[in-house]
């Protein structure tokens, strides 16, 4: 948050949800904060967009696919800045994952969801759970949603449509781009169930809205890299 005169309004709003306390398959224990976040939290979301190059963070991958997975990133970002809300996952204070979504009627839309590690290739586990835990939590709270849709891109890295099939969602379509994918209530409250076992969720005491520029920490990049990022 930056105030630039006196009459320039405070625009933060960040709100902080709790902890959630997982183990990776290395069996290291983590901790993952979660943040619900809206276009008021612009600004930070504008820094976060400049911050995050797939590229840098993990190896083994072709040039189309970290193109996609780049562009999955600055979407997510922009859908929360631009066009609704989302939820903000980060591990020591360093964001790892963005999850839009968009009430539409009876279905709640995720227009984009993605992960990328902190260190260097490693990927910070169950980031993406802990995201989709505070969506169905969310979605189950409101009886006008019915389901939560979204659609997996076949070249993503990590193959999201069997992580998606994993958590219960169902294929509803497909083409040669991209499958698209819908989850039930009753199968959202499974998966609510079965996050349980998984994740260890502590409700923040106080969520009151915070300046995450402040309270998160952002690695930062050299301007040509920033140049060739937004060329892109």
Same mark, same amino acid.
């Given at each position: 948050?930056?105030? @630039?005169?006196?009459?320039?309004?405070? %625009?933060?709003?960040?709100?902080?949800? *709790?902890?959630?306390?997982?183990? !990776?398959?290395?069996?290291?224990?983590?901790?993952?904060?979660?943040?619900?976040? @809206?276009?008021?939290?612009?600004?930070?979301? *504008?820094?976060?967009?400049?911050?995050?190059?797939? $590229?840098?963070?993990?190896? !083994?991958? %072709?040039?189309?696919?970290? =193109?996609?997975?780049?562009?999955?990133?600055?979407?997510?970002?922009?859908?929360?800045?631009?066009?609704?809300?989302?939820?903000? &996952?980060?591990?020591?204070?360093?964001?790892? !994952?963005?999850?839009?979504?968009?009430?539409?009627?009876? @279905?709640?839309?995720? #227009?984009?969801?993605?992960?990328? #590690?902190?260190?260097?290739?490693? $990927? &910070?586990?169950?980031? !993406?759970? =802990?995201?989709?835990?505070?969506?169905? /939590?969310?979605?189950? /709270?409101?009886?006008?949603?019915?389901?939560?849709?979204?659609?997996?891109?076949?070249? +993503?890295?990590?193959?999201?449509?069997?992580?998606?099939?994993?958590?219960?969602?169902? /294929?509803?379509?497909? %083409?040669?781009?991209?499958?698209?994918? &819908?989850? #039930?209530?009753?199968?959202?409250? $499974?998966?609510?169930?079965?996050? /349980? +076992?998984?994740?260890?969720? @502590? #409700?923040?005491?106080?969520?009151?809205?915070?300046?995450? =520029?402040?309270?998160?920490?952002?690695?930062?990049?050299?301007?040509?890299?920033?140049?060739?990022?937004?060329? %892109?």
């Amino acid at each position: 948050m930056q105030i @630039t005169n006196q009459n320039q309004k405070i %625009n933060f709003g960040g709100i902080p949800l *709790g902890v959630a306390k997982v183990v !990776g398959r290395d069996g290291k224990a983590a901790e993952l904060s979660l943040y619900k976040i @809206t276009k008021k939290d612009d600004e930070f979301l *504008g820094k976060l967009e400049r911050s995050v190059d797939a $590229k840098k963070l993990q190896d !083994g991958f %072709n040039d189309d696919q970290y =193109a996609l997975w780049n562009f999955l990133i600055k979407n997510g970002i922009s859908e929360c800045r631009y066009r609704g809300t989302g939820f903000l &996952v980060t591990k020591d204070n360093v964001p790892c !994952g963005i999850l839009s979504y968009q009430p539409r009627y009876f @279905t709640v839309s995720v #227009p984009d969801v993605a992960t990328w #590690p902190v260190e260097k290739n490693k $990927k &910070v586990p169950f980031a !993406g759970k =802990a995201m989709f835990m505070e969506l169905f /939590k969310h979605v189950l /709270k409101n009886d006008d949603y019915s389901q939560v849709s979204l659609v997996a891109m076949k070249d +993503s890295v990590y193959s999201p449509s069997e992580h998606y099939k994993s958590l219960g969602f169902r /294929k509803t379509s497909e %083409n040669k781009l991209d499958i698209r994918m &819908v989850i #039930p209530r009753g199968r959202m409250m $499974k998966a609510l169930e079965e996050f /349980k +076992s998984l994740i260890d969720f @502590t #409700p923040a005491k106080n969520q009151d809205e915070v300046d995450l =520029a402040k309270v998160l920490k952002l690695k930062k990049r050299k301007i040509m890299d920033i140049f060739k990022h937004n060329k %892109n």
